[in-house]
């Protein structure tokens, strides 16, 4: 999805590569992550000094982990994506920089699927 | 295309500070501050996957002192990041890009974030001395 305009592509101007693509992945997840992360953090805050059982009967609402869900996976899209913006701009040796982004990338689909996991286990767990 | 009239980006020895230079290096700073934050998310919901005795560690771990510093960094970096990445998304739609526009949602953005990390701390504590 590189959400370039058609008169852009016919002039030939923007992006070589998939910056155009990047630019609105990171600005379509931060929009995502208003909200999310305002209800995360409201949520943690009530939560605040709760046991396990509080915790655990909150993720194994539906709705609850549908919404940790959409957390983990932008938090993870846009903090990849926003880390590779930093390093793309600051490191400038091409085998330095592609290193960098890739150990970034690697992090950031290990953690977020290691969150992932977590909340399906807290859904599913009877 | 040419490459040696470019706009360059203001060398850092040299350039006054402003407030909308220091608000724009704080968005970056605590933007890469706030991945490794991220840690801490997949901690807690891991801890609470593997079960009760994992998720008092890491409760214990999140409410000592280092803890609570750790946390308290983060969550104003996450509410600076937050409120500043929606004037951002602003100047990305074209709107409030003159100099007034900037000094007012700065120093807005300013607020905002301080009064959204006293508040949500305020409620933290409210609410661990109080129901559970």
Redesign the interface.
Known sequence: MSRRSPLGRVRGLGSAKEGAGHWWGL?FS??A??PL??WF??S?????????E???AW?ASPLVAGL?ILL?VA??YH?AR??QE?IEDYVPRKGVKFTAILVVQTAAIV??L??L???L??LF?V | MSSDNRPLSPHLQVYRPQLTSVLSFLH?MT??A??PG??L??YW??A??A??EA??TAQALIGSIIGRLLLLGW?FA??YH?CN??R??FW?AGYGLELPDLYRSGWLMVIAACA?TLG??A???A???GA?
């Open positions: 600005r931060a929009l992550l208003v992360t305002l953090a409201a943690v805050a009530v939560m605040t000094g709760a046991g396990y509080t915790v655990r993720a940790l983990i938090v993870f903090g926003g880390l930093v953690l977020g290691t969150g996991l977590s909340v286990l807290l767990r | 970056r933007g890469v706030l991945t991220t840690l998310l997949v919901l891991a609470a996957a079960g009760p998720f008092a969550s996450l509410f937050l990445g929606i951002h998304l990305d959204l949500s701390w409620l933290a504590y609410m661990r001395s559970w």
